[in-house]
Every structure is written in structure tokens, then in C-alpha cells.
């Protein structure tokens, strides 16, 4: 069946999900020929920082009396991407971002990444 979805937004989620790889491949049969998916609002690391950034999750859920929430919090890398067709539309990283927030001007610290068939 042809799916007459256009757009899905996962907004402050997808690290919550444990296979990214799993949750696009489903999502992408969902959507029509020339639909998006567009992931907002979630941290995606480099695979060197991932270690650290999953250290800071447990320390942090430990810190608030829940440290067995840490197990539910996946912290996803760039490379899982790799094999869709993704694109950045933000980039927090991005060098006018940075200028951006030495003048205390605020935006997002996450990316906004569309992903198409």
C-alpha cells in the first residue's frame, strides 16, 4: 500500500529509542516516495564521544536518586546514520552557531536532521 504520510517529526526522542538503524528502517515504510523524516531536538555524538556522554548520563540519573533510568537513555552517534539518506539542516557545531552563542545569542545545542528515502 502506498502510505499518504508526508512528514514524521521525532521531537526530544530518538534517544530513547535503543536501534536507531531498527526505528528509521520502519519509519521510512511509512512515509510516501518523497516524504521526510525529521529527527529535532536529540543529541547525536561523535563515536569518540559517546563514552563520555554515557558516563554524564549515568552520573547524572545516579545524582537524582534514578540511576536505573540511565539503562532506558541511548546515545546515539553520527555513523549510525550513514547508511540513510540523511541530510543537517542545523548544526549547532557549525561555526556562526558558535559566534553566535559568544554573543549569548540562544539556539538549539542539538541538531535537526532530515532523512529522506
Known amino acids: 500500500p502506498i502510505s499518504s504520510i508526508d512528514i514524521i517529526i521525532i521531537n526530544a526522542a530518538v534517544q530513547y529509542f535503543p536501534d536507531i538503524k531498527r526505528l528509521m528502517e ?68 557549525a561555526s556562526l552557531n558558535r559566534i553566535k552563542r559568544l554573543f549569548s545569542i540562544k539556539d538549539s545545542p542539538f541538531p535537526w536532521i532530515k532523512i529522506t528515502r
Open 26 to 93: 520502519k519509519l521510512l515504510t511509512l512515509i510516501n516516495e518523497n516524504g521526510e523524516i525529521h529527527i529535532i531536538d536529540s543529541p547525536f555524538y561523535s563515536e569518540t564521544e559517546v563514552d563520555n556522554a554515557r558516563k554524564r548520563t549515568v552520573d547524572y540519573y545516579s545524582t537524582i536518586g534514578f540511576p536505573e533510568m540511565s539503562k532506558h537513555y541511548h546515545h546515539h552517534n553520527w555513523g549510525e546514520l550513514s547508511e540513510f539518506n540523511f541530510s543537517t539542516l542545523y548544526n549547532p557545531h
